[in-house]
């Protein structure tokens, strides 16, 4: 059984509530839910967090390490302005996937550089909140049988 951590950044709380026609109905319980039936079915674990402090997304990235198999974020806005998450990531050895509930490319141009995809070996951007299921399952699918 492996341990993915599925992180989350800036007003993602506000899920369901905050721009609808963006980012859709369902919340941040909705994604969740769905992340933990994803990672039970095939027997594993995920420890689940939103936070709109950039320290404490650093300090989950930092607790991940030598513990997950890999990171599922959503940086929020801070995708376009924390080196400091960006170096946090650098410093964990497994996999990260990193994504966006809309598609960052065609909104406002200050948001289609993302200091977080210079890590990620992948990024998920305009699938809603399915995305969060297509990056947990890659990563499981990655695990050793």
């Known amino acids: ?24 109905r369902e919340t941040l319980s909705d994604v969740e839910a769905a992340c933990r039936d994803i990672a039970a079915a095939a027997g594993h ?30 940086p929020g806005a801070f995708t376009h302005t924390s080196i400091a998450i960006l170096d946090a990531l650098n410093a964990f050895e497994a996999p990260v996937i990193e994504v966006h509930i809309s598609n960052i490319h065609k909104r406002e141009v200050f948001r289609h ?12 951007a305009g699938l809603g909140i399915e995305g969060y299921g297509v990056a947990l399952r890659y990563l499981i699918g990655r695990e050793p049988r």
């Open 1 to 24: 059984m492996s341990l993915f951590f599925v992180l989350n950044g800036p007003n993602l709380n506000l899920l369901g509530q905050r721009q609808p026609e963006i980012y859709g």
């Open 45 to 74: 674990e995920i420890f689940f967090a939103q936070s709109n402090r950039e320290y404490e997304l650093i300090d989950w990235i930092h607790e991940a390490r030598g513990k997950a198999a890999g990171i599922v974020i959503n």
């Open 113 to 124: 550089h993302s200091y977080v995809s210079t890590r990620a070996e992948g990024v998920i």
